[in-house]
């Protein structure tokens, strides 16, 4: 035992786990996984010893309000004091959204900082919890890191805690807990400052004030609340019932916090419901880093919504000096690809997930980037944004004076649109989701010529990215299949999931002709879905008729 400034630093023995290896967004588990003795406080301590540079640093810390989150961040708090972290800067009860820690740490130049969130997965007791840590330039940590994480916590033998009292996290404050100090933060104004500093706030205020445009905004009963109200209705003057769901709960009033078609059924349903209704309205994830935007009756996918923020971005005051170059990750459609060409800047493809944004950010090759997963951002931070790509809409829209249909059918007239959609069957059986790849992988350098119902494929490989920056190989992510009219199908396995294996099917089709522009997805894309079940066996192999989801 040690003593520090009074404070005891106790070291606890403990036992190690064999499944602390983070996915594609940090550690996911049940929250009944979290809750075993020493389970959280084993990853913590993980975290600590591969981050060294906490030692004597700045951490940020706060999550997303779910089921465990306050429990866990005072576990953390004393195991930040015992591990000699100087300062921790937590939001107000706990709060903050993935995009203000990434903002804050850079702000403050913090050393890192970790988020307690799994994201759109459901919380409360049965629910899920996560936890995922981010570098000091504001980005999820790299597989470096993680890998390094996961070889520690299988040897880890002991913990270090602080003996010492729970702090209040219900008001904003500071305090010392031994040698290190506390701040409980507000825990929207500095990301709310940054915003204004992107956007044009009087014109989006304008358009609010003068009746021309009414929005809908569902909070999902997640953390960006606090940032919608803020932002939305204090600083914008939105309309009076622009925010729904908008107080955060801890398990999210039993909904599924994914702002898609399917969960966000509430917004739906307002944005559709004939004259009189809102002309815009968004949803954003548990923890406030996904985003889906919608007009009446009309839905935009997030991969146009990247390509159209590409296209527009020099209109709004951010992004005035326009971009230098753009990036999605590979199940992300092509469209954006399409506005790079035209432009004449670079666009990489990444494999899934925001970690590999990172260094093409900081490097300066590309200003924005995104996924088809209802992901978007920009340089201004290294994680994707959801508040963001709000604000982003709404500018462009007080720009354009033009809806948000109008926007991207004039899109789409341009560029050409790409027919796109993800269909995911989830729960299934682990070997039986492993062996599905394994037989695509053992196809994929055979079916180039072949031709199915007309499609004939150009190329067909195991997705393998070479980090432009640090020459880094991430290999196996995923089989695509491209067709030569530019149609393409790509099948990978969720990275998240709790529960068995998620098999995701991406599956896009380029149209020029804007005759052609007005066909139901699903039905525009019959052929090449039916093309993916066979090639992969889906049905027969996952035992399954019908995907669960479809975005
Ligand atoms: C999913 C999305 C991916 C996103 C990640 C974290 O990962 O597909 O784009 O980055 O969630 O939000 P997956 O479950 O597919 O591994
Ligand atoms: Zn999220």
Known sequence: MILNNKMKIINIATTTFDDQKPGTSGLRKKVNVFQQSHYLENFVQSIFNVATELKGGLLILGGDGRYYNAHAIQIILKMAAANGVKQVMVGENGLLSTPAVSCLIRKYKAAGGIVLSASHNPGG????????????????????????TYEISKRLAEYQIADADDIPLDRQHSCQMGEMKIDVIDSVSDYADLMEQLFDFNKIRTMFTSGWLEMCFDAMHAVTGPYAREIFSKRLSANVDALINSIPLEDFGGGHPDPNLAHAKELVSRLNSGPGAPGFGAASDGDGDRNMIIGQ?????????????????HLLPGYKQGICGVARSLPTSRAVDKVAEVLGIDCYETPTGWKYFGNLLDDKRITLCGEESFGSGSDHIREKDGIWAVLFWLNLIAVKQQSVEEITREHWKKYGRHYYTRHDYEAIDSDAAEALMQNLRDQSNSLAENEYSGYKVLLSDDFSYTDPVDNSITENQGIRILFDDESRIVFRLSGTGTEGATLRVYIEKYETDASQHNLPVQTALTELIDIANSIAEIKSRCNRDQPDVIT
Not at 297 to 313: E, G, H, K, Q
Request: aromatic share 12%; no cysteine; net charge negative.
């Open 297 to 313: 009756n009309f839905f935009v996918n997030p991969s146009d919504s990247l390509a159209i923020m590409t296209a527009n971005a």
């Open 125 to 148: 007791v049965n629910g899920d919890f996560g936890i995922k840590f981010n570098i000091a330039n504001g980005g999820p940590a790299p597989t470096s890191f993680t890998d390094a």
